[in-house]
């Protein structure tokens, strides 16, 4: 790979454009590890998200073999996990730790981290024509402090008090109070301190993404010519940039009530055989673990949508270019977007109906949530349309795309039930929600990754092309999969089956589904293997697969793909192309593709074939 | 172990396989070009049609046969107004469901790549924009109503017959107080708990004198209840699930659900013909390694039954005083003498 770029770099020095430095060779670690090259930032972040993401889910088949066969022994686990699961059996406190490093994983390391972390990187600077990020070493420091929060968190899986058990929504006395869960020692201080980290990472990224955006747009680049996967870097950016503090200083406060004896969440609390006290004798009180839940979930819900947003984004785009049409009402998907960032703010005590809110407070929760459906419908409904008389090329990223559609229609509608205060009272904290948020959001923005990974794969890896044969075997086992484990769940919740219980044999009520969840965990076991056969495609790809034999291989408007096939750093080997329309003119004039780089003249006076040539 | 070594011994054979397989097919793929592109845009969008043919089956099918384990119909008055609710929701949802579906799929079907047309121009129409804006605004406007109607039934103030239960969370359980002959909860504090006091009554209080402490939650059929609802260490959540009743216990912060049971435990073991039926009480929020485990049994009877079991429950307060006459250190007699 070295010597590959260094190729493209003594391009790059022939054009005036670029700073001092990289005018010489760089060194293996100004290059590959501390770089400040957009391009090997999104790889970083890639290539660490997808290492998390294995680690997450496989969690997941861990306890998922104690939900199928709780009586059962598995010695492999003990092997895995030592003292944890002595004889093969799970231990309810390192289960409950499983559930909660697989939430706090897949959510922030994976989805956030490894989606938008990745795609943002990678795509803004190309797709804008910009020749890096506002700060490239803003940009290097929020992948570093990713690094660490990660770090931290495998760090914290090590300790003899084992990881934080508390669940991923870490809520308050329970995770405050170390004698009221082992993972509430130690491990919890890891993890909010990993979550601090995170935050920083997360605040370095999305100001450099919302300021590349804003003022380093090529010229004629205006923001409603953008990419649909712009505009969703871009609310996803200001999603963060506005909600990640709230949630640090919920987390900074809890830090203080569990190592500095103040009681901003803790009121009126017996444990341990003795009321909990300051350290001068006098009862804790006054605090309320409420507010916590307040700022937990004002990150917490926006967190859905900076998970779903560039997913959402990255469809959108495909779904058009692999089409061969336009994305159907571009402005219509642009104001859906910002309805939806709006509206993010004004969700959050949805997750709270039954939390001792005032009903009145849920009630306003109650409308706006509902709301929310209906620039979501709006989407969904102009996918469809985008696709409706379309030429599909079925590649694996358009297969992917499809299936985010369906899971995204799927998981939506059953939020419907849940956001309506009075239905959530049955259904809050069943598996009716489990398979609610897994199908919209975890489901969803994992086949985002997948879109994006396939699409701009090229671009990623130095021009190589993905096997698309392993990409069809890999999207059709996961797709089914996917609703062959979550679908059933909703029966559970049918029954009441609460989410977060250890085994059900002790209530008559859900010890009823014990072939159902056989059936579940087969399913996710299958799953979990299949994607074994995206990881050897992305590792082999990424370092024999095929180059691109054309700049444009999806014969594709947006700008990355007017850049070398191996793009140095800086992208553009001359000046940065200049931008004349928007980005999906598919089909006009009858002209398959309409480049935004290319003016009119050039394209309309001759005809299609010469064109082509031209590009090519 | 053996087995475990030899099962994944045999995926990692199967991903290698996979991958030789993928290699070949690629190979071939490059050879052929468009062809092949077609070929596989053609396979692809007939399993996208299989998909919804055999999805739609499965799930109709897997409904029907997974719904006699679903709750029963609700045992409370509120639960048939959520049930109720649940339908409208599903008469609103299952058509975009159903329709939507079918349009993706088989538009991925028919409108694949096979050489045989190209796309159609359409940017877009402010007018079905307009269209399926209006549409949801109308069905979710609507949805908001029945919700907000119900809610505020459910939340509002209990009646004033209702009769008071508290329930307090713990890890890892929970413990029933009745508000006794004045049916009033007095007073309690975590400061006065020890060994013979549980709860941390204060026996100052007189209302806590008749107050008793019941293994199992009893209530009374068409006997409207309210619960007021506690913890003292973590967070916990009362939960009935036949009686769609879930509401968080938070410490320091007491929160309340009144609700009305309407069929006796006999009527549901009648009705499911299941002799052993209970109705159960659960812990919904997770509170520790033992959250699983936090069951009570709730016995829902007819008047005569329910004071039948009324007149053998003995008050805290008479029982300490009796053990306190027995063994004069123990605990909280400082407090009791002081009366």
Excluded at chain 1, 580 to 598: A, I, M, S, W
Aim: aromatic share 14%; proline share 5%.
């Amino acid at each position: 790979m070295a010597t590959i770029e260094s190729g493209t770099e003594i391009k790059i020095d022939v054009h005036g454009h670029h700073e001092h430095e990289h005018h010489h060779e760089e060194s293996f670690i100004s290059k590959y590890i501390f770089s400040q090259d957009h391009k090997m930032i999104a790889r970083q972040f890639l290539i660490t998200g997808v290492i998390w993401a294995f680690i997450g889910v496989l969690f997941s088949v861990m306890f998922r073999l104690q939900l199928a066969w709780p009586d059962e022994s598995f010695p492999i686990l003990e092997t895995l996990l030592g003292k944890w699961a002595a004889g093969g059996k799970l231990a309810p406190n390192f289960y409950y730790a499983l559930v909660t490093m697989h939430g706090t994983i897949m959510v922030f390391f994976v989805l956030t981290a490894g989606l938008s972390g990745t795609f943002s990187n990678l795509l803004i600077p190309l797709q804008i024509g910009a020749r890096d990020m506002a700060s490239p070493f803003l940009n290097m420091l929020s992948y570093w402090f990713f690094f660490l929060a990660g770090m931290i968190m495998l760090v914290s899986l090590f300790i003899s008090t084992g990881p934080a058990d508390g669940g991923w929504t870490a809520y308050p006395p329970l995770n405050a109070l170390p004698q009221a869960s082992s993972g509430s020692a130690f491990g919890m201080t890891l993890w909010l301190l990993s979550m601090a980290m995170f935050i920083v990472s997360s605040l370095l990224g999305g100001l450099n993404y919302i300021t590349t955006i804003l003022n380093m747009r090529t010229e004629g680049m205006t923001m409603m010519r953008l990419p649909l996967t712009i505009w969703a870097f871009f609310f996803t950016a200001v999603l963060g940039v506005l909600s990640f503090p709230v949630l640090l200083s919920g987390a900074i406060l809890l830090l203080f009530d569990r190592h500095l004896g103040t009681s901003f969440y803790l009121s009126d609390i017996y444990i341990g055989g003795q009321p909990l006290t300051n350290a001068a004798g006098e009862l804790l009180q006054g605090g309320s673990p409420i507010l916590f839940q307040h700022l937990f979930w004002f990150l917490g819900h926006p967190e859905v949508y900076i998970v779903i947003l560039p997913a959402m984004g990255m469809v959108s785009h495909v779904l058009a270019t692999n089409s061969r049409k336009p994305i159907f009402g571009y402005s219509a998907m642009v104001m859906s977007i910002l309805a939806i960032t709006v509206l993010a703010f004004l969700v959050w005590a949805h997750h709270m109906f039954v939390s001792g809110l005032n009903p009145f407070i849920g009630s306003i929760f109650v409308l706006f949530t509902l709301l929310i459906a209906v620039p979501s419908a709006i989407k969904v409904f102009n996918w469809i349309g985008t696709i409706w008389r379309g030429n599909i090329n079925f590649t694996p990223d358009t297969l992917f795309a499809i299936g985010f559609v369906s899971l995204f229609i799927s998981g939506g509608l059953t939020g419907i039930y849940l956001g309506n205060s009075a239905l959530d009272i049955p259904l809050h904290d069943t598996y009716f929600v489990v398979a609610h948020f897994h199908i919209v959001m975890g489901l969803a923005a994992g086949f985002g990754l997948f879109v994006g990974v396939y699409h701009w794969f090229p671009k990623l890896f130095n021009g190589r092309q993905m096997n698309n044969t392993m990409g069809y075997i890999h999207f059709w086992i996961t797709f089914v999969g996917s609703y062959l484990i979550f679908w059933p769940m909703h029966y559970l919740g049918m029954t009441g089956v609460p989410r977060r219980y250890f085994q059900f044999s002790n209530f008559e009520t859900f010890n009823v589904y014990g072939d159902l969840n056989v059936f579940i965990s087969i399913a996710a076991i299958v799953v979990f293997f299949a994607q074994f056969v995206f990881l050897i495609n992305f590792i082999y790809s990424a370092l024999y697969g095929t180059k691109m034999k054309t700049l444009n291989p999806y014969l594709s408007n947006s700008l990355e793909w007017t850049t070398p096939i191996e793009p140095g750093h800086g992208n553009w080997p001359g000046a940065i192309p200049p931008v004349y329309r928007g980005p999906y003119e598919y089909g006009k004039n009858g002209t398959d593709f309409v480049p935004q780089h290319l003016p009119d003249n050039a394209i309309w006076p001759k005809d299609e074939k010469e064109t082509k040539t031209e590009l090519a | 172990m053996l087995t475990t070594f030899l099962g994944l011994s045999i995926i990692a054979l199967v991903l290698v396989i996979v991958f030789q397989i993928a290699k070949a097919n690629e190979l071939v793929a490059s050879l052929k070009g468009e062809e092949m592109v077609i070929n596989r845009n053609r396979v692809n969008a007939m399993l996208f049609l299989l998909f919804l043919i055999f999805g739609m089956i499965g799930a109709v099918w897997s409904t029907f046969h997974y719904a006699p384990k679903f709750l029963p119909a609700p045992s409370s008055e509120h639960g048939t107004w959520l049930r109720n609710m649940f339908f409208w929701t599903l008469v609103a949802t299952v058509p975009v469901f159903i329709v939507t579906h079918i349009a993706l799929f088989v538009f991925s079907f028919q409108y694949k790549r096979d050489g045989s047309r190209s796309a159609f121009y359409f940017p877009g129409s402010n007018r079905l924009e307009l269209i399926w804006t209006a549409i949801p605004a109308v069905v979710m406007i609507l949805l908001v109503y029945e919700g907000m109607r119900n809610w505020y039934k459910i939340t509002g103030p209990a009646p004033k017959e209702a009769m008071v239960v508290e329930a307090t969370g713990q890890q890892f359980f929970w413990t029933l107080r009745y508000g006794g002959k004045d049916n009033k909860t007095g007073k309690k504090s975590v400061k006065l708990i020890n060994g013979d006091n549980a709860l941390g009554l204060d026996w100052e209080d007189k209302d806590n004198r008749d107050d008793f402490i019941a293994d199992e939650l009893h209530l009374k059929v068409n006997q409207p209840v309210l619960v007021r609802i506690s913890a003292i260490d973590v967070l916990h959540s009362f939960y009935l699930p036949h009686f769609r009743v879930k509401m968080d216990a938070v410490p320091g912060i007491p929160t309340q659900f009144w609700f009305t049971p309407t069929k006796t435990t006999k009527q549901m073991r009648e009705e499911l013909k299941n002799p052993n039926f209970n109705y159960e009480l659960a812990c919904a929020e997770l509170c520790g390694q033992a959250h699983f485990n936090m069951r009570k049994v709730v016995v829902v009877e007819d008047e005569a039954d329910f004071n039948q079991w009324l007149a053998k429950q003995e008050p805290a307060y008479a029982k300490l005083k009796a053990s306190s006459s027995a063994t004069p250190d123990s605990g909280n007699t400082g407090q009791t003498q002081q009366n």
